[in-house]
């Protein structure tokens, strides 16, 4: 792994690790996180400090990821897909004072291997995404994703299981 930073006008990627042949498109934010071999990040990307993106990888533009996303090998992430890691969040505490990461708690989100998320959806906090399933675009993903199922709609329902065809 190699560790970057870059602060340009188009690119600002401060202690990213990175593997090999990963590659960035214009006006990516990235920090702290661990992008890993042959992924690709799109346009107007963040990807905030202890996300994890795994082996060959397509990150749409316009994507989200935050704190606490583990998102594994083979996943494709459509365009304007947000994640979500808290799941009541403030800006500020009881007595009026701006939170700190203290005041908050990271809950974690898996994305197994080979599933792929649909264009325009969001993804809630604390759910694991299973291994090949597919999100249907613009849903919102609020429960666990079975491996192999095909998931759509707000709250996002099983549609069907993928056949042996793989479809």
């Known amino acids: 792994m190699e560790i970057i930073n870059v602060d340009s006008p188009k690119q600002s990627l401060?202690?990213?690790?990175?593997?090999?042949?990963?590659?960035?498109?214009?006006?990516?934010?990235?920090?702290?996180?661990?992008?890993?071999?042959?992924?690709?990040?799109?346009?107007?990307?963040?990807?905030?400090?202890?996300?994890?993106?795994g082996k060959n990888c397509k990150i749409s533009t316009h994507t989200f990821i935050c704190e606490g996303v583990h998102i594994k090998d083979n996943v494709f992430v459509g365009h304007n897909v947000n994640f979500i890691n808290d799941k009541y969040p403030r800006a500020t505490n009881i007595d009026g004072t701006l939170q700190t990461d203290t005041d908050w708690k990271v809950v974690e989100t898996i994305v197994e291997k080979g599933a792929s998320i649909g264009t325009g959806s969001i993804i809630l906090c604390g759910v694991t995404i299973g291994e090949n399933a597919i999100v249907g675009a613009g849903s919102v993903v609020t429960k666990d994703v079975p491996p192999g199922a095909i998931v759509a709609g707000n709250p996002a329902r099983l549609i069907r299981y993928i056949d042996e065809s793989g479809k």
């Not at 593997?19 to 990807?47: H, L, M, P, Q, T």
């Open 14 to 53: 401060r202690n990213v690790s990175i593997g090999k042949n990963v590659k960035f498109f214009n006006f990516v934010n990235a920090y702290e996180c661990f992008i890993d071999d042959n992924s690709r990040v799109g346009a107007f990307v963040e990807i905030q400090k202890g996300a994890f993106i």
